[in-house]
Structures are given as C-alpha cells and as structure tokens.
C-alpha cells in the first residue's frame, strides 16, 4: 500500500469515526511511550533515537510485531512516515481531519495543566504521526493475510480497509501491552475497550453484506453426521485447553494448538499444512459465522467481538482447510484425508487427550444450579463480605481488587487449603476453569473478580471426601471448609504482613454463620466427627 492509496482510505469518514472514538485512549499509550516527545527537551538526535526504540518497543509489547509484521518492514514504515516530505505534506493539508479526531481531548485543558509542555502532540514521532503509522501497519498487515486467503476463496469475501482496522484494534486489545498498559494507567477496575459496540456500529452501520454461505450447510451436516460423535468430542477438548469448564467456545489460541498438534501449521519441521500467518485471518473469518447466527435478523453484522468460534464454524474449519490442502481431491474425499491422516491419529489414538471432560462438566453444571439455592445465596453473601479485607490482601492491585493465579495459590497455601484438602494439581484445573468468565487481565495472567473467588472457594468445598455420610450437604461442606480457613495460620500471616492484630477478629465468619444457620450447628459434636472424617 504506498502513501497515496493509504490517503485515500485513511482521511475517509468511516475512519474519522474510528479515531474520533479511540484517540483518548491511545493519547494516553502515546504519553506513557513517547514522554521524551512531549517533554520541553531541545536534544532532537536524542528524541529521533528514543522515538525509534520506543515505537519498536510499543509494536512488540502490542503484538504487532513480530506477529504481525516483521521488525524490518516496522522500521522502514517508521522511517518513511518522519522522513518523507509526502508524510507532512499529508498531515498539513490535513490538519483539520486531525483536529477534528482529537475534539475529545480537549488539547486546551492540557495545554493549561503543563503550560511548560509546548509540544502536547509531540515534536518529531508526532501524534498525528503515530495514528497514521499504525492505521498504516494495521491495513498493511491484514492486506496482506486477507489477499493470501483468498486466493482460496472467492473475492467478494474481502474486509474493507475499516473492517482490517477494526480487526488490528481487537488483537491489540488483546495483546499483554494493553494489559500492563490499563494497570499503569489504574484503570483495570473501570476498564477501557479499543473495541466496543459503539464501535462495532460504525464500522457496521455502512455493511450489509453476509458472510457467504458458499453452499457449506450441506458439506458441515456430511461432517457431523458421519464424524460428530468424534469431532465433538475433539472440539470439547480443544476448547478446554488452560479453560477447564469451557466445552462450547474455542478460542484463537487453542485453534493455533489444536492446528499445530495435527501437523496442519506449516513450520521448520514439517512442510505439509497452511501458512501460520493464514490462520489469523481464517480463524476471524469463522468467528463472523457465529455472529451471523446470533444476529440473523440484526443487520447482519460482520465484524464478531467475541474472539472464539462455536461448534459449526469448527467444522467449517475442517472444510476450509481441506480445500486449501488437497484442492485437487472432491471436497468430501479432502475432508476425510485430513480427519484420517492428521486429527484422529493424534486425538483418538490418545484417550487421554478427550477423557478430562468427563466429569468436570457437572461440577460446573451443579455449581450453577447451587446458585440458585437460596442458602448458598445466602453464605456466599456473608463469605463475600467476611473474604473482603482477605481478597484485597493477596490481589495483584490493590485499588482495582483484581487477583491473579499465584495471589490464589498464595491464599490456598497460608490458609492450609492446599495441600490438606486439594492438590495442586486440582487447584489449578479449578482457577482456569472459573477464570473463563473473567473479563480481565490476558491469556498469560488473567485476573479474576471477588465473585469468582467465592466460586473457587465453593469448588474447593465441593471436593471435600465425606463419601460415608451421606447426609452432609454442600451447604455443610462450605461450613466445615469455612471454619477450617478461619482456625488456620493465614491470618497469622496477613498480621504479621500488614500489622493489622484485629484483623482475624473483624472477620470472625464463623460467628455470623451461626447466627444465620443455626440448624447446621445444632449438634456440634456432629460436625467435629464429620471435620475429622
């Protein structure tokens, strides 16, 4: 894409939309990245150097590269937008699009509150510089997937520059940097989205194309009806890498694995199978089929803000990617040669792989119906409220009560849950399978919210062995794991921490569990012979 043709989708009234929406958010990402552009600093060999390391910096932290595009290729980009007279040329001429982008800003006020600070928008790597860059990068880099796609597809399925750059926005809102990035900016708690629905609807308002159907209802009920008991098996596996209770939603990362373990990635020790910097775009492609589904009757929008992919599109995969390796093979006789030779070899030769689902289907299944026990309701309101000062102790941000997998593991181990009534293991099966419904945090470290931290509680609860006494319900077995976390030396260990001496005492559980459950301890003597079983 040379400069021209980007001009001319950049400065569009779609993409003016876009910006106007997400610049105080990436103001922000700029400030952090490129403070040495804004500071009064007159050193400009200095400020050219720094903005260089810190842009490069910027694009790997985000995922942009190398995932995306190569270092080398980033650089040339950068260098062509601060070198080039047609850059300046671009943005002069333009000057009112950007102001117009950045009304939200309110550059007044920022002007008042750093009066010394004459460069807001920065002196070399300007901020109007760095928007053009990265819609630049975004549009390059899903170019360049998008065409090689579809040299296997047919043409009218292409995404329009927006659509590219709604889908380069998304993966950057995944990516580690923004996360650390809303953690600097302590805003995990109240957190900003890239990409939201109000985005969504600009980019849809102007699309009302479907994804086409190219005729693959037919091929996808010829898959499930000769393999679903197999596939669907599979699918629930794969879904449940690192999300132990998910079996209908499979994410991008679990595809990539799920692709890698049946040889059809195309790497340094094997030939055969699709480009990796095929699948990103394929696996956006199957994501819109869900959203087609859900929003059938609803503008049929294209661009899907849930980053999995269900049941059918997996199936749809399975065609897709047949096709793309045996073209020359009929579509049905393709499908078989890759379930035969690449996935069942390694899934159903390999119990192991699918046998994990069993059973952990129903201790989610039956944690829900408990939430509908009045009772449990009940508990978990006292144990939400007792568990707060505990919670905030071992979260990762204090401010945003977030906690991740080690303050967990920290909290099970100080207050003798684990090893005495879990293992390892099993706690760590249960913190991915609840962390699924947490909306924070990234694939590597996600943080989860109190609610949730009540969920593990009860699991753990749950697991409790009192095979011979068959009368103790899980009420019961919340009391009993209960009373055990408040006789524990973890309350020792936040004392000692914080110097807090009445710490155990304003969180005295047990009293308020008694005066809102007396029937569980009308027979003491009971519940001690039931701790001890």
């Given at each position: 894409m040379?400069?021209?043709?980007?001009?001319?989708?950049?400065?569009?009234?779609?993409?003016?939309e876009i910006?106007?929406?997400?610049?105080?958010?990436?103001?922000k990402?700029?400030?952090i990245y490129?403070?040495?552009?804004?500071s009064?600093?007159?050193?400009?060999?200095?400020?050219?150097?720094?903005s260089?390391?810190?842009?490069l910096?910027?694009?790997s932290?985000?995922?942009?590269?190398p995932?995306?595009?190569?270092k080398?290729l980033?650089?040339?980009i950068?260098?062509d937008?601060?070198?080039?007279?047609?850059?300046d040329?671009?943005i002069?001429?333009?000057?009112?699009?950007?102001f117009?982008?950045?009304?939200?800003?309110?550059?007044?006020?920022?002007?008042?509150?750093e009066p010394?600070?004459?460069?807001?928008?920065?002196?070399?790597?300007t901020?109007?510089k760095?928007?053009?860059?990265?819609f630049?990068?975004?549009?390059?880099?899903?170019?360049k997937?998008?065409?090689e796609?579809?040299?296997?597809?047919?043409?009218?399925d292409?995404?329009?520059?927006?659509e590219m750059?709604?889908?380069?926005l998304?993966?950057?809102?995944?990516?580690?940097?923004?996360?650390?990035?809303?953690?600097?900016?302590?805003?995990t708690?109240?957190i900003?989205?890239?990409?939201d629905?109000?985005?969504?609807?600009?980019?849809?308002?102007?699309?009302n194309?479907?994804?086409?159907?190219?005729?693959n209802?037919?091929?996808?009920?010829?898959?499930n009806?000769?393999?679903g008991?197999?596939?669907?098996?599979i699918?629930?596996?794969?879904?449940?890498?690192?999300?132990?209770?998910?079996?209908s939603?499979?994410?991008?990362?679990?595809?990539n694995?799920?692709?890698n373990?049946?040889?059809l990635?195309?790497?340094?020790?094997?030939?055969?199978?699709?480009?990796?910097?095929?699948?990103?775009t394929?696996f956006?492609?199957?994501?819109?089929?869900?959203?087609?589904?859900?929003?059938?009757?609803?503008?049929?929008?294209?661009?899907?803000?849930?980053?999995?992919?269900?049941?059918?599109?997996?199936?749809?995969?399975?065609?897709?990617?047949?096709?793309?390796?045996?073209n020359e093979?009929e579509?049905?006789?393709?499908?078989?040669?890759?379930l035969?030779?690449?996935?069942?070899?390694?899934?159903?030769?390999?119990?192991?792989?699918?046998?994990k689902i069993?059973?952990?289907?129903e201790k989610?299944?039956?944690?829900?119906e408990?939430?509908?026990?009045?009772?449990?309701?009940?508990?978990?309101?006292?144990?939400?409220?007792k568990?707060n000062?505990?919670?905030?102790?071992?979260?990762?941000?204090?401010?945003?009560?977030?906690?991740?997998k080690?303050?967990?593991f920290n909290?099970?181990?100080?207050?003798e849950?684990?090893?005495?009534?879990?293992?390892?293991?099993?706690?760590?099966?249960?913190?991915d399978?609840?962390?699924?419904?947490?909306?924070?945090?990234?694939?590597?470290?996600?943080?989860?919210?109190?609610?949730?931290?009540?969920?593990?509680i009860?699991?753990?609860?749950?697991?409790?062995?009192?095979?011979?006494?068959?009368?103790?319900?899980?009420?019961?077995?919340?009391?009993?794991?209960?009373d055990?976390?408040?006789n524990?030396?973890g309350?020792?260990?936040?004392i000692?921490?914080?110097?807090n001496?009445?710490?155990?005492?304003?969180?005295d559980?047990m009293?308020?569990?008694?005066?809102?459950?007396?029937?569980?301890?009308?027979?003491e003597?009971?519940i001690e012979?039931?701790?001890?079983?």
């Amino acid at each position: 894409m040379d400069f021209k043709t980007f001009d001319s989708v950049f400065y569009s009234e779609n993409i003016s939309e876009i910006l106007h929406k997400i610049v105080p958010i990436f103001y922000k990402i700029y400030r952090i990245y490129f403070s040495h552009e804004i500071s009064i600093s007159e050193d400009k060999k200095f400020i050219v150097e720094e903005s260089l390391k810190k842009f490069l910096l910027f694009c790997s932290e985000f995922n942009i590269c190398p995932g995306m595009l190569p270092k080398r290729l980033i650089s040339q980009i950068f260098q062509d937008e601060c070198f080039k007279e047609e850059s300046d040329k671009s943005i002069s001429q333009n000057i009112q699009f950007f102001f117009h982008i950045c009304e939200n800003l309110n550059l007044t006020e920022i002007s008042k509150k750093e009066p010394k600070n004459k460069n807001i928008l920065g002196s070399f790597f300007t901020f109007f510089k760095f928007l053009r860059v990265l819609f630049y990068i975004g549009g390059l880099a899903y170019e360049k997937l998008n065409n090689e796609l579809n040299n296997n597809n047919n043409q009218e399925d292409n995404f329009t520059y927006d659509e590219m750059i709604i889908m380069f926005l998304q993966k950057i809102e995944t990516s580690e940097g923004f996360n650390n990035f809303q953690l600097k900016s302590n805003q995990t708690k109240n957190i900003d989205r890239i990409v939201d629905d109000e985005l969504l609807n600009i980019v849809n308002k102007n699309s009302n194309e479907n994804t086409k159907n190219n005729n693959n209802e037919d091929i996808i009920l010829f898959i499930n009806d000769n393999y679903g008991k197999e596939l669907n098996n599979i699918f629930k596996t794969i879904c449940s890498y690192g999300d132990a209770f998910n079996y209908s939603k499979l994410k991008s990362k679990n595809f990539n694995k799920f692709l890698n373990e049946t040889g059809l990635i195309k790497n340094n020790n094997n030939n055969f199978g699709i480009e990796s910097k095929e699948i990103d775009t394929l696996f956006i492609k199957l994501s819109q089929l869900n959203k087609n589904d859900e929003n059938n009757n609803n503008n049929n929008k294209k661009i899907n803000k849930n980053n999995f992919i269900d049941y059918k599109s997996f199936l749809f995969s399975i065609d897709i990617i047949a096709n793309m390796l045996y073209n020359e093979l009929e579509e049905k006789d393709a499908i078989e040669k890759i379930l035969n030779e690449n996935i069942f070899p390694v899934f159903l030769s390999d119990p192991k792989k699918t046998e994990k689902i069993n059973g952990i289907e129903e201790k989610i299944e039956y944690l829900k119906e408990l939430q509908s026990n009045q009772d449990f309701i009940k508990l978990c309101e006292i144990i939400f409220k007792k568990f707060n000062t505990i919670f905030n102790f071992y979260s990762i941000n204090k401010s945003n009560k977030l906690m991740n997998k080690k303050g967990f593991f920290n909290f099970c181990k100080d207050f003798e849950i684990f090893p005495n009534f879990i293992s390892k293991l099993k706690l760590n099966l249960f913190y991915d399978g609840i962390a699924q419904y947490s909306s924070y945090g990234n694939d590597n470290d996600i943080l989860i919210e109190q609610s949730l931290f009540i969920d593990l509680i009860t699991l753990i609860a749950l697991e409790i062995n009192l095979s011979d006494i068959k009368e103790v319900n899980p009420i019961e077995k919340m009391i009993i794991l209960l009373d055990k976390i408040y006789n524990s030396n973890g309350f020792s260990v936040i004392i000692k921490k914080t110097g807090n001496n009445k710490i155990s005492e304003n969180n005295d559980i047990m009293e308020e569990i008694r005066n809102n459950f007396p029937e569980y301890f009308e027979n003491e003597e009971e519940i001690e012979e039931t701790e001890e079983k």
